[in-house]
């Protein structure tokens, strides 16, 4: 196996899960999401991961999935807003296909509705986001290899514009 086609990084709101979903029908092959993952092995959400066992131990699940999801799946991953910024997720996902989906705050307020269960967007919702972004964008921008703003696409927009982007697939006309 060679690893997945794509991986999208990017902040709440971006529209990574959606967006890989479009990606992988258009390129015949499946999405998988990292957070998803983490919530199927401990049968928890992320919110009750961090309110009852703290931000810590939900990172530790988090670099857990995203080192499988990189090592057995073959379609499209969506990886969780800041798992990029732990070392040991960062040295994996550098050099891959990876494609980062930016979003305008505006945007990501309307899309994630910022009263949703977030752990780190619970305590004023866009200062924390602005805070999220201003540490993990340059991170975001050092390990992929495109960059799509997502604010003003749909998801299958979005989508070819990564799949161009990563040279899967040559523009529309």
């Given at each position: 196996?060679?690893?997945?086609?794509?991986?999208?990084?990017?902040?709440?709101?971006?529209?990574?899960?959606?967006?890989?979903?479009?990606?992988?029908a258009r390129l015949?092959?499946?999405?998988?999401?990292?957070?998803?993952?983490?919530?199927?092995?401990?049968?928890?959400?992320?919110?009750?991961?961090?309110?009852?066992?703290?931000?810590?131990?939900?990172?530790?699940?988090?670099?857990?999935?995203?080192?499988?999801?990189?090592?057995?799946?073959?379609?499209?991953?969506?990886?969780?807003?800041?798992?990029?910024?732990?070392?040991?997720?960062?040295?994996?996902?550098?050099?891959?296909?990876?494609?980062?989906?930016?979003?305008?705050?505006?945007?990501?307020?309307?899309?994630?509705?910022?009263?949703?269960?977030?752990?780190?967007?619970?305590?004023?919702?866009?200062?924390?986001?602005?805070?999220?972004?201003?540490?993990?964008?340059?991170?975001?921008?050092?390990?992929?290899?495109?960059?799509?703003?997502t604010t003003d696409?749909?998801?299958?927009?979005?989508?070819?514009?990564?799949?161009?982007?990563l040279g899967l697939?040559?523009?529309?006309?």
């Amino acid at each position: 196996m060679t690893g997945p086609v794509a991986v999208l990084v990017g902040p709440p709101g971006a529209g990574k899960t959606t967006v890989a979903q479009v990606l992988a029908a258009r390129l015949g092959v499946t999405a998988r999401d990292t957070d998803a993952d983490v919530e199927a092995s401990t049968g928890r959400s992320i919110s009750d991961i961090f309110i009852t066992s703290g931000e810590a131990a939900f990172r530790d699940l988090e670099r857990a999935a995203v080192a499988r999801a990189l090592a057995e799946h073959d379609g499209v991953v969506a990886v969780g807003g800041g798992a990029p910024l732990d070392p040991a997720s960062r040295e994996l996902l550098a050099g891959g296909p990876v494609a980062f989906l930016d979003v305008a705050l505006a945007a990501a307020a309307r899309r994630v509705g910022f009263d949703a269960p977030r752990p780190l967007l619970l305590d004023s919702p866009r200062a924390a986001w602005t805070r999220l972004m201003s540490a993990r964008r340059p991170v975001y921008t050092e390990i992929a290899q495109v960059t799509v703003d997502t604010t003003d696409l749909t998801p299958d927009e979005a989508a070819e514009a990564v799949a161009v982007g990563l040279g899967l697939l040559r523009p529309r006309p």
